[in-house]
């Protein structure tokens, strides 16, 4: 006797007993093959910066700070896995990453302080002043030309280091890595809006600290 038709009907492979897989691009949870991550992939991406980079601006990723804000309180528990804090500053719409760490227990440590040359100092800490000036006065954003920068780090030079050409490049170097940190953003050749960011790398403390340690440092090689 025949069986009764159900009235489906059946593809050449489900016959055979074989199911055809859904495509990986038709699996909305899975990003990529054997993906056992939980997050979206536009939140993967911004935890993915904020492990790579050491700010987040607002005003230069504005979709990955949108994102960063919906999302924040599961990427902190990420990094806190890892333990690193996750620092958000909303005034500066900037955000960052900080090492934990403890006297109480033994903390791996991630993120190692990369320290800043002579040059960059010097730089950072003209920044620095140029922005508090600004604020100071009211204004809302604060300029600088590379020419300035590099006179200023040419007064801390020894007076018998006749190497200009080296010096410049020792600025221009500088200038180039706050401009990757996200200090500094160029708005024409040679030309830099200096960005809040400075705030948060140098404290007015640190700021003071340094001032009087450069003022000291220039007095004796005169």
Avoid: C
């Amino acid at each position: 006797m025949s069986e009764p038709d159900s009235g489906r009907e059946w593809s050449d492979d489900t016959a055979a007993g074989f199911i055809v897989p859904i495509s990986m691009e038709d699996d909305p949870t899975e990003l990529f093959a054997g993906d056992a991550g939980t997050l979206d992939a536009d939140v993967r991406r911004v935890l993915v910066q904020l492990l790579r980079r050491k700010f987040l601006l607002a005003e230069k990723n504005a979709a990955q700070w949108r994102t960063l804000l919906e999302n924040q309180q599961i990427l902190e528990s990420r990094l806190h896995d890892l333990f690193v804090r996750l620092v958000v500053d909303h005034d500066r719409g900037v955000a960052y990453k900080q090492q934990v760490r403890s006297v109480e227990m033994d903390v791996p440590i991630l993120l190692k302080d990369d320290s800043y040359t002579r040059a960059e100092t010097l730089v950072l800490v003209h920044l620095r002043t140029i922005f508090q000036r600004e604020r100071g006065t009211g204004e809302t954003s604060a300029r600088v030309d590379v020419e300035e920068l590099e006179q200023t780090v040419l007064t801390y030079s020894d007076p018998n280091d006749h190497n200009l050409a080296r010096s410049q490049q020792e600025v221009r170097k500088a200038v180039e890595r706050l401009v990757t940190e996200g200090l500094l953003t160029e708005e024409s050749d040679g030309r830099y809006r200096i960005t809040p960011m400075v705030e948060v790398v140098l404290s007015t403390a640190k700021l003071t600290e340094l001032e009087q340690w450069l003022r000291e440092r220039n007095e004796a090689t005169t």
